[in-house]
């Protein structure tokens, strides 16, 4: 089963616009990322936040954790529709060394 | 720099043939990994790697194997392929710390189609 859980699945919104995206997840973490994949690419980094952080700020980037809720979210202001990707979050989990969990992620589309 | 690079980028089996996946970085990461994606779905792990010699298990592991002989190759193969395999796979690197993991590297993907 999956750690980390995006929701929504699918966002369309208006260039300009505030996304929104959220991801739950089930155990404990040490830090959770978000990644980004634009169509027929590979995953690319964006953002880590720590277990000890409860906000993190990258550009148009802002990504929350609370550890009390097991959630995230990360809001992408003023989006582009070269912001259309698919966006996952991903935690760690350690068994025998550390592995990176992803969840589903959430497809978005923003319209220019 | 080239990051990591998988090969090949596009593979068609026949069911039951056998394959291997290669995987490069020149970043001397400690950890590799390899996932698999498919439509609509996150990314599953099917097996790491948290150093020279070593391997594990991920969430999807049956029917793969994996080997990491030399730190910078991390290979995964496909002994009887099967119409369940197809799948877009991902290997991904990391320079992980000893109490938490960091941001990973990612390849390009592979295609693999298995009819």
């Known amino acids: 089963s999956q750690q980390g859980e995006e929701d929504p699945q699918a966002l369309s919104i208006q260039e300009g616009e505030n996304a929104t995206m959220n991801c739950s997840y089930k155990?404990?973490?040490?830090?959770l990322q978000w990644y980004r994949q634009n169509s027929g690419r590979g995953l690319v980094h964006l953002i880590l936040i720590r277990s000890n952080e409860r906000e993190k700020h990258s550009g148009r980037l802002r990504v929350t954790l609370d550890t009390s809720k097991k959630s995230s979210s990360l809001l992408i202001t003023a989006s582009r529709a070269a912001d259309t990707a698919s966006y996952f979050c991903?935690?760690?989990?350690?068994?025998?060394?550390?592995?990176?969990?992803f969840g589903a992620g959430t497809r978005l589309f923003v319209k220019a | 720099n080239a990051g990591v690079t998988q090969t090949p980028k596009f593979r068609v089996l026949k069911t039951g043939q056998s394959m291997t996946l290669l995987c490069a970085q020149d970043m001397n990461h400690e950890y590799m990994y390899w996932y698999r994606q498919d439509p609509g779905m996150g990314l599953r792990l099917i097996h790491y790697s948290v150093g020279e010699g070593t391997t594990a298990k991920g969430e999807v592991p049956d029917g793969y194997n994996v080997s990491r002989l030399k730190k910078q190759n991390f290979l995964l193969g496909l002994e009887s392929a099967a119409p369940s395999q197809t799948s877009v796979y991902f290997c991904?690197?990391?320079?992980?710390?000893?109490?938490?993991?960091?941001?990973?590297?990612f390849g390009s993907g592979t295609q693999l189609s298995v009819l």
């Open positions: 991903a935690t760690d989990a350690f068994q025998g060394g550390f592995k990176t969990i």
């Open positions: 991904a690197s990391s320079y992980s710390g000893t109490t938490t993991n960091e941001k990973l590297f």
């Open positions: 155990t404990s973490i040490n830090n």
